[in-house]
């Protein structure tokens, strides 16, 4: 089998069995506790962060980025993404919290 079959373009559609082991890692999240994170926290996590300048990565460096992936790497990540979210409301976009 030659080296170039194992690569695999970022920017298409992953193979099902990446998309598998996302699951599993989900899996692994919420058998640790952790019910809150999805496949999609995962994909989106190794898409703007941990892939996000790459074009082409093998099939065995994909495994092992979302084997490897901690729940304190993607909590911090989501932590960081909610903060900037919350930066661009306005004080409106709380109210309900803030009436009750």
């Known amino acids: ?9 970022v920017n298409q559609d992953l193979p099902i069995d990446i998309l598998f082991l996302m699951r599993v890692k989900a899996h692994e999240f919420k058998k640790e506790g952790v019910h809150t994170i999805n496949i999609e926290d995962i994909k989106e996590y190794l898409y703007e962060v941990k892939w996000k300048n790459i074009k082409e990565l093998s099939m065995c460096e994909m ?7 901690s729940f304190s790497t993607l909590f911090d990540y989501l932590k960081v993404k909610v903060i900037k979210e919350a930066s661009s409301l306005k004080i409106d976009d709380f109210q309900d919290l803030i009436s009750k």
Request: no cysteine.
């Open 1 to 9: 089998m030659d080296v170039k079959e194992l690569e695999i373009k």
């Open 63 to 69: 495994i092992d980025d979302i084997m490897s992936l």
